[in-house]
T-cell receptor, first 114, second 112 residues
Framework: DAGVIQSPRHEVTEMGQEVTLRCKPI?????LFWYRQTMMRGLELLIY????????DSGMPEDRFSAKMPNASFSTLKIQPSEPRDSAVYFC????????????FGQGTRLTVV | SQKIEQNSEALNIQEGKTATLTCNYT??????LQWYRQDPGRGPVFLLL?????KEKRKERLKVTFDTTLKQSLFHITASQPADSATYLC???????????FGTGTRLKVLA
């Protein structure tokens, strides 16, 4: 397996534009997480899916953020409209079993909003 | 609120020495704790998991301890090598949930 695949690796966009980040989890994993990493706040959990269902989105900072998982092999994180303070590295991670096993992270998407 | 603390300052050590990183947590009692390694431009990679009933766990040159009384985990790399240079993060599940809280990480630099 190629691991968790995220695209794009880098995204530069203008304030106000819509941004869509994509993630393909490891086949067979039933849990998917979206994290955001900044120097100031470290890694923050944004949303968690289990069996394609959003279980907890309490970490999503605002209504501008939304996430979907239409099937077991694909998830998106959308920011609309984007703002400069959204600039960060966004990671997707998948896990085979919640509660004690390791999380596999993708390479991340570095988002810059100018 | 639940909180994790790792040394924010970078740790520089000489090759061959043992590196020791600290993870302290407050206001909860996790059932287990994980350590991850993160290289620049890459996602975190899982290294070790230690459960609350385990005092120590080893994997090759890595050793993790978990003191639930002190609310602290220590992460040791013995015979350190320049290739061990990276940021190391500890992660704990929040009480009764699947959510992991990550520390901000400690950057380790092993000098040749």
């Amino acid at each position: 397996d190629a691991g968790v695949i995220q695209s794009p690796r880098h995204e530069v966009t203008e304030m106000g534009q819509e941004v869509t980040l994509r993630c393909k989890p490891i086949s067979g994993h039933n849990s998917l997480f979206w994290y955001r990493q900044t120097m100031m706040r470290g890694l923050e959990l944004l949303i968690y899916f289990n069996n394609n269902v959003p279980i907890d989105d309490s970490g999503m900072p605002e209504d501008r953020f939304s996430a979907k998982m239409p099937n077991a092999s694909f998830s998106t994180l959308k920011i609309q409209p984007s703002e400069p303070r959204d600039s960060a590295v966004y990671f997707c991670a998948s896990q085979g079993e919640v509660g004690g096993t390791e999380a596999f992270f993708g390479q991340g998407t570095r988002l810059t909003v100018v | 609120s639940q909180k994790i603390e790792q040394n924010s300052e970078a740790l520089n050590i000489q090759e061959g020495k043992t590196a020791t990183l600290t993870c302290n947590y407050t206001n909860y009692s996790p059932a287990y704790l994980q350590w991850y390694r993160q290289d620049p431009g890459r996602g975190p990679v899982f290294l070790l998991l230690i459960r609350e009933n385990e005092k120590e766990k080893r994997k090759e040159r890595l050793k993790v301890t978990f003191d639930t009384t002190l609310k602290q985990s220590l992460f040791h790399i013995t015979a350190s090598q320049p290739a061990d240079s990276a940021t190391y993060l500890c992660a704990l599940p929040t009480s009764g949930t699947y959510k992991y809280i990550f520390g901000t990480g400690t950057r380790l630099k092993v000098l040749a």
